[in-house]
């Protein structure tokens, strides 16, 4: 969820980007295994994203983007819980390459606390959409990128489609509010 204050309404409003689950998921569909394609959802955070900056954007999108491709670049320093984290999923993470180039070092070990995490591709990625549009994540050839991704997936392969990528919208909600 993204939460937005407008002082001059002096309202709240809640943009709800979580993730949904492919069309053609059904309850029991999930592997025991919980890692591979056969468990990823539609992702909605770039939608959630997009939305809020067509709604309330004060600045150009290269702009807001640059903070986060350039600590991908650069990257961020492993602090002791998210190293906690990358140990306790290491049998997983190391099934896929992809997460093992990321969050593993040269020997093959877990990143630990105080080490540099950089994601070229994050980075990549995110220049990417900055300069085709980030509808690219959910209609273009990103789209497509992720659905092979997804069903080709070695381990559990899953069952997204480009259609599942097409529908998502991120949907405005009623802020839940305590008096």
């Known amino acids: 969820f993204l939460m937005y204050y407008d002082a001059k309404q002096n309202k709240v409003y809640a943009l709800d980007g979580r993730e949904e689950a492919p069309v053609n998921s059904f309850e029991g569909i999930l592997p025991d295994d919980p890692y591979g394609g056969g468990n990823v959802a539609i992702p909605g955070t770039i939608a959630a994203i997009k939305r809020a900056h067509d709604t ?4 150009d999108i290269a702009t807001l983007w ?5 600590l991908a670049k650069n990257g961020i320093t492993i602090d002791s819980d ?6 306790e999923g290491e049998q997983y993470m190391k099934l896929f390459d992809t997460t093992r180039l990321i969050y593993f070092d040269s020997s093959n070990q877990p990143l630990q606390t105080g080490d540099l995490l950089i994601n070229p591709d994050l980075a990549s ?18 789209a497509e990128e992720i659905v ?6 070695r381990n559990v392969p899953g069952n997204m ?9 991120a949907v405005f909600r009623e802020p839940v509010t305590i008096k």
Do not use: C, Q
Request: charged letters at 20%; aromatic letters at 14%.
């Open 56 to 59: 309330w954007g004060t600045m």
């Open 66 to 70: 640059d903070p986060a491709i350039t």
């Open 82 to 87: 998210f190293a906690e984290r990358i140990a």
């Open 125 to 142: 990625t995110f220049e990417y959409l900055v300069h085709v549009g980030l509808d690219d994540f959910y209609t273009g050839s990103l």
């Open 148 to 153: 092979s991704g997804v069903n080709l997936e």
């Open 161 to 169: 489609t480009l259609e599942d990528l097409s529908n998502y919208k």
